[in-house]
């Protein structure tokens, strides 16, 4: 079993920045792939990033690209959504997943934690 616990959401003007932190308890949690996922109200929920259980492969959304980093640090079970230049249209409730491969795909991630909001304003 893993629990994931995100936080650093909140509220930020349009060109700003924001780190978004998930750490994660089980014993096996450093082995897992990672991903964060974000939904927009009234949308369905979408990929953003994901990472390997090393850290060796990043897949990105391609709204995303060049402004998002994911990364994760395995001695403290913890990975990191590194956001900047941010934009009205990345408000949405920011998840954490752990799954079976860093991929787009939903039901690759078999774990999820309760999410963190973030908001943009113009």
């Known amino acids: 079993q893993v629990q994931l616990v995100e936080s650093g959401g909140g509220l930020v003007q349009a060109g700003g920045s924001l780190r978004l932190s998930c750490p994660s308890s089980?014993?096996?949690?450093?082995?897992?792939?990672m991903g964060w996922f974000r939904q927009a109200p009234g949308k369905e929920r979408e990929f953003v990033a994901a990472?390997?259980?090393?850290?060796?492969?990043?897949n990105y959304a391609a709204s995303v690209q060049g402004r998002f980093t994911i990364s994760r640090d395995n001695a403290k079970n913890t990975v990191y959504l590194q956001m900047n230049t941010l934009k009205p249209e990345d408000t949405a409730v920011y998840y954490c997943?752990?799954?079976?491969?860093?991929?787009?795909?939903?039901?690759?991630?078999?774990?999820w934690g309760q999410g963190t909001q973030v908001t943009v304003s113009s």
């Open positions: 089980g014993r096996t949690a450093r082995m897992y792939p």
């Open positions: 990472i390997s259980w090393s850290g060796g492969t990043t």
């Open positions: 997943a752990a799954g079976r491969a860093p991929t787009i795909t939903r039901a690759n991630y078999d774990y």
